[in-house]
């Protein structure tokens, strides 16, 4: 049997670390350069040091991009404007998975695809947070509101200087739908967000919510 064979033979998930493919090549003498090879010809690919995934022939389900987000860097969670536009609240397709960490901002280009991370604070950081099941794994990430008030928090191009501000800004620059905007407010959520974040900028965007969709 062919080491891709009996990596595919032990390993169940798409996705698997370089301790898990190393434990099923203990029996060759050099399994590091059994690895290097099976690289190069494409039946695993190395995303980033130490974690892997089937290369397409070998896959048995196709690996959502947006599952390795977590594994890439963390501790971190999938936020921002690739939860903006999956939830539908912007109309463009983002292609970067973007997120945030408590670790310093970092962007990473991969086999699979470009992650960047934004750092927060632990508090702004660890609220908020959905579990997202796939196929292919799950993986962890802002709720469409929270993610929004990450990307007004962390967006220096916007300086508001009223509530009244946030018009134009939402929805001519970043052009948010107000229709499925509305069907993520509650008035529990936007005032957790107010007092988690417990600053002027994102107090502003509160006050502009509760005008604009009054409960």
Do not use: C
């Not at 599952?67 to 860097?73: D, G, K, P």
Request: no cysteine.
């Amino acid at each position: 049997m062919r080491a891709i064979e009996e990596i595919r033979d032990k390993i169940d998930r798409e996705i698997f670390n370089h301790t898990q493919v190393l434990d099923v090549l203990k029996k060759y003498s050099k399994p590091r350069d059994v690895i290097s090879n099976l690289i190069k010809r494409g039946d695993i690919t190395r995303v980033k040091k130490g974690l892997y995934v089937f290369g397409k022939f070998w896959q048995r389900i196709q690996v959502n991009p947006a599952v390795l987000a977590n594994l890439i860097y963390g501790p971190s969670v999938i936020s921002l404007e690739y939860i903006l536009s999956i939830s539908g609240l912007i109309p463009e397709s983002v292609t970067t998975i973007t997120g945030i960490t408590t670790g310093r901002s970092r962007t990473f280009d991969t086999p699979v695809g470009r992650y960047s991370y934004k750092q927060l604070n632990k508090e702004r950081f660890s609220f908020g947070i959905e579990l997202h099941k796939t196929d292919s794994g799950n993986y962890f990430a802002a709720m469409p509101l929270k993610a929004l008030a990450d990307k007004i928090w962390l967006d220096n191009r916007f300086q508001p200087t009223s509530p009244s501000s946030f018009a134009e800004y939402l929805y001519d620059d970043l052009r948010i739908d107000a229709n499925v905007l509305k069907e993520y407010i509650t008035l529990e959520k936007i005032e957790e967000i107010d007092k988690v974040y417990s600053a002027r900028k994102i107090t502003w965007f509160v006050k502009f919510i509760k005008k604009e969709f009054p409960t």
